[in-house]
């Protein structure tokens, strides 16, 4: 009981930030615009300022071998890649209406909101989720329960932010063509946002019991201004998962 009191009051406090940051884009929308390639805005402490509606980079939706450095491949384990080639599409978490894990992604936009102690992704597609990033200095707790987003923590290198995520479960795929990992699981993200317009992102997957050493993906998103985030809930009338069949057709395993 007293969990789900603390998980309702969590909810809370997210959807009200989410209400405020909503006033504050619409006073924002009707305020001249400042060029795409302007510097990035600065908190009153003098850090970049990263939040704002962002668009979804899809090659963290359909296969993360494209995520990587050209030339580069991906150095799964032969478990692993047996797993990948096997799932089918209809099974995928992401299209029933789960959440997508990190680092992936849904095809809709997504809102950082920033704040002294804390930073929260805002998720429109899917199940309309979260993710919170502790920026007060915290360390990782010793005993985590395993989750669909972990246990993250971030800090700021220059102008860089770095976000450290552990304690996730081995549910979720990260990507349409099945990759897999397990609860070993250890990210390393970089944001970074070097104009308005512009935030580039790079993470580090550790995964030693899915994967045979660490690997770096790599993504650009583009600053969506005069928009909002909309309401979307998968699970409401999801009628689209029978006509997902086999693999889908643009990752590397059916070209």
């Not at 979804?56 to 030339?71: E, M, P, Q, W």
């Amino acid at each position: 009981m007293k969990r789900n009191i603390a998980l309702a009051s969590v909810l809370a406090i997210v959807m009200l930030t989410s209400e405020i940051v909503a006033a504050q884009g619409e006073a924002i929308a009707r305020a001249p615009k400042a060029p795409a390639n302007a510097p990035a805005p600065r908190t009153a402490d003098g850090k970049v300022d990263f939040s704002g509606i962002w668009s979804a980079d899809r090659r963290f939706i359909y296969d993360i071998n494209d995520a990587l450095k050209k030339g580069e491949t991906l150095p799964i384990q032969p478990w692993a890649l047996k797993t990948t080639l096997g799932r089918l599409s209809k099974d995928d978490p992401e299209a029933l209406c789960l959440p997508a894990g990190v680092p992936r992604q849904a095809p809709y936009p997504w809102r950082i909101v920033q704040t002294k102690t804390h930073m929260f992704f805002l998720f429109e597609g899917n199940i309309h989720s979260y993710r919170q990033i502790f920026l007060d200095g915290r360390t990782h707790p010793a005993d985590l329960d395993p989750t669909w987003y972990g246990h993250s923590v971030g800090r700021f290198e220059g102008d860089t932010l770095v976000i450290d995520t552990v304690g996730f479960n081995d549910k979720f795929w990260f990507d349409f063509a099945g990759h897999p990992h397990t609860e070993k699981l250890h990210t390393i993200e970089r944001y970074r946002r070097p104009s308005v317009g512009a935030l580039t992102y790079e993470v580090t997957i550790d995964d030693p019991g899915a994967y045979t050493k660490p690997f770096t993906l790599y993504g650009d998103h583009t600053y969506e201004s005069g928009t909002e985030l909309i309401e979307y809930i998968c699970n409401e009338n999801n009628i689209d998962v029978e006509h997902i069949v086999g693999k889908d057709p643009r990752n590397k395993y059916t070209k």
